[in-house]
């Protein structure tokens, strides 16, 4: 079989019987985490059964989903998941889908204007400093909650640099603090 189909940049995958995944185009067997990264890095990609040659990519994302919750990467609310099962075999249930996609890419529209906005209020107006200055701390604080396992740029910096960072961000909040004091007074 060709190792990705007609020239789309869809990778094709192959599930075993032995629940192998074997990525065609790079010629090795890879894991869940792969594909779950591939999603992320926004690599197209098909899963097809190895014997019978049925598109399974839908139960392999939902098994992806299943992993992600299990470890503790909860994005799906309880009530949202009984929502769901209560749609199965209703009457909407065909309309749940393209509901779901169009949901979807509004919210991925509105974090890419989010981003657009954060970074233009950067650029220029009286705030522009504290607001970046916010911004590396939420950056910081997000960085809490990354997968195990992955390294940032952040992470690659030696810990002498790490310190001085450190500090230089104490001593601008210390500097902001003061100065939030002033103006309360």
């Known amino acids: 079989m060709a190792k990705s189909s007609e020239n789309s940049g869809t990778v094709i995958i192959k599930k075993y019987a032995n629940r192998r995944l074997y990525n065609t185009e790079s010629s090795s067997y890879i894991t869940l985490e792969h594909l779950a990264q591939m999603t992320r890095d926004g690599r197209d990609f098909k899963v097809i059964d190895a014997k019978s040659e049925e598109d399974i ?73 504290i607001a970046k200055r916010n911004m590396e701390i939420f950056e910081a604080a997000a960085k809490a909650f990354k997968v195990p396992g992955e390294t940032t740029p952040a992470e690659a910096t030696p810990p002498a640099a790490k310190s001085d960072d450190l500090s230089a961000l104490k001593d601008q909040l210390a500097a902001l603090q003061a100065k939030l004091d002033k103006l309360a007074k």
Do not use: W
């Open 57 to 129: 990519t839908h139960n392999i994302l939902t098994q992806i989903i299943m992993e992600e919750e299990t470890r503790g990467q909860t994005m799906l609310p309880v009530s949202f998941l009984r929502q769901l099962i209560s749609l199965y075999g209703d009457s909407m249930q065909s309309m749940v889908p393209q509901y779901l996609e169009a949901s979807m890419e509004a919210f991925r529209r509105n974090q890419s204007q989010f981003r657009q906005a954060i970074e233009g209020t950067f650029a220029s107006g009286p705030f522009a400093e």
